[in-house]
T-cell receptor, first 113, second 110 residues
Framework: AQSVTQPDIHITVSEGASLELRCNYS??????LFWYVQSPGQGLQLLLK??????LVQGIKGFEAEFKRSQSSFNLRKPSVHWSDAAEYFC???????????FGAGTQVVVTP | DGGITQSPKYLFRKEGQNVTLSCEQN?????MYWYRQDPGQGLRLIYY???????QKGDIAEGYSVSREKKESFPLTVTSAQKNPTAFYLC?????????FGSGTRLTVV
């Protein structure tokens, strides 16, 4: 069975500093991978996705993620965070283009002045 | 604009009552999903439906029921058999590029 692990439950970062959120997955083939962001009391918004091809994926709000097959990872990065990036971030996996997702437990990001 | 509408945003339930959470989409997506979110536990799948008049149990279906009589609608009923229903409930639909989520319903038992 497939699984998604987000090792960091909580990350604190200073405004203007870089951010990297880790995501590791377990699946026997190349999965479809996603990153979502959730503001308090809201639904989830898609940041970016990886299906195939270029392993560096650009998303919205200045985020990017890199798929590394050898490490079974799909880490999310942003070069310079803004206070509005404070939110919870979820990594998700799907085994095909129409199937249900497996979500990680989420990483809460706090941005300090 | 197309999207998913969940209502109500806040819902209070008394012990022993059934309550129904509404989820409506105008995206023409076939597949729809219900997730429960608790602090520190991520999103757990309750039920999903890939086509009208058909649905499957997810990981935590006990105490919940659903129907899918129309493509646009996928209501979730939280029954009195669900012993700990206080949570944030998210509805989603699936297309090739991923999930589209509603804005959620926060259910509290009083």
């Amino acid at each position: 069975a497939q699984s998604v692990t987000q090792p960091d439950i909580h990350i604190t970062v200073s405004e203007g500093a870089s951010l990297e959120l880790r995501c590791n997955y377990s699946y026997g083939a190349t999965p479809y991978l996603f990153w979502y962001v959730q503001s308090p009391g809201q639904g989830l918004q898609l940041l970016l996705k990886y299906f195939s091809g270029d392993t560096l994926v650009q998303g919205i709000k200045g985020f990017e993620a890199e798929f590394k097959r050898s490490q079974s990872s799909f880490n999310l990065r942003k070069p310079s965070v803004h206070w509005s990036d404070a939110a919870e971030y979820f990594c998700a996996l799907s085994t095909d283009s129409w199937g249900k997702f497996q979500f990680g437990a989420g990483t809460q990001v706090v941005v300090t002045p | 604009d197309g999207g998913i509408t969940q209502s109500p945003k806040y819902l209070f339930r008394k012990e022993g009552q059934n309550v129904t959470l509404s989820c409506e989409q105008n995206l023409n997506h076939d597949a729809m999903y219900w997730y429960r979110q608790d602090p520190g536990q991520g999103l757990r799948l309750i039920y999903y439906s890939q086509i009208v008049n058909d649905f499957q149990k997810g990981d935590i279906a006990e105490g919940y029921s659903v129907s899918r009589e129309k493509k646009e609608s996928f209501p979730l009923t939280v029954t009195s058999a669900q012993k700990n229903p206080t949570a944030f409930y998210l509805c989603a639909s699936r297309w090739v590029h991923g999930y589209t989520f509603g804005s959620g319903t926060r259910l509290t038992v009083v």
